[in-house]
């Protein structure tokens, strides 16, 4: 059973298009994050949900827009898709414990936008 | 400002010998350091931690060095394995603001 599931895996848009990345994790954990890693391989965090309300928005444009129904999804929404959305977003998800937060990430979904 | 830093882009080794995979930090606000590894296609998975108040910990093959004056940590892989290649991230915890930090990767070659 797969832990942090995402998918797509591959996305292949044109410029301007809108898009979703789906995102469910089965371990139980209260908090769910959204991480792009770029070309230069950053992971840097976009977004942190924890019991379905958001903590953390690392200054993404506001063209993303994250959606958690439930403890267990965390979607992300693209609107206006442009080329330097091209990158790979990892799905992560972690149990609050106040110290030692170890993520477990999906498999990534791998945006190209042509 | 990058507040993580992987220096070494790559690492080769040969089997059996030590790999040595270093990262320096900035923020003296980490509480926990954190390292994972990354198989292509695949997403990172955890690999070993140390809080900010001990300087070593080990795991089997796996020990991490934790030099907090020189902000510096270190994981050492003994005996390194071929199936040990793979993209290493450090990442560091920050109670506080609720999120890791992570380099940008090293990636380990362990020739057979």
């Known amino acids: 059973d797969t832990a942090v599931s995402q998918t797509p895996k591959y996305l292949v848009t044109q410029m301007g298009n809108d898009k979703s990345i789906k995102c469910e994790q089965n371990l139980g954990h209260d908090t769910m994050y959204w991480y792009k890693q770029d070309s230069k391989k950053f992971l840097k965090i976009m977004f942190s949900?924890?019991?379905?309300?958001?903590?953390i928005n690392e200054t993404v444009p506001n063209r993303f827009s994250p959606k958690s129904p439930d403890k267990a999804h965390l979607n992300l929404h693209i609107n206006s898709l442009e080329l330097g959305d091209s990158a790979v977003y990892f799905c992560a998800s972690s149990l609050r414990t106040g110290g030692n937060e170890k993520l477990f990430f999906g498999s990534g979904t791998q945006l190209s936008v042509l | 400002d990058q507040q993580v830093k992987q220096n070494s882009p790559s690492l080769s080794v040969q089997e059996g010998r030590i790999s040595i995979l270093n990262c320096d930090y900035t923020n003296s606000m980490f509480d926990y350091f954190l390292w994972y590894k990354k198989y292509p296609a695949e997403g990172p998975t955890f690999l070993i931690s140390i809080s900010s108040i001990k300087d070593k910990n080990e795991d089997g093959r796996f020990t991490v060095f934790l030099n907090k004056s020189a902000k510096h940590l270190s994981l050492h892989i003994v005996p390194s394995q071929p199936g040990d290649s793979a993209v290493y991230f450090c990442a560091a915890w920050d109670t506080n603001a609720g999120k890791s930090t992570f380099g940008d990767g090293t990636t380990l070659t362990v020739k057979p």
């Open positions: 949900y924890n019991n379905k309300e958001l903590i």
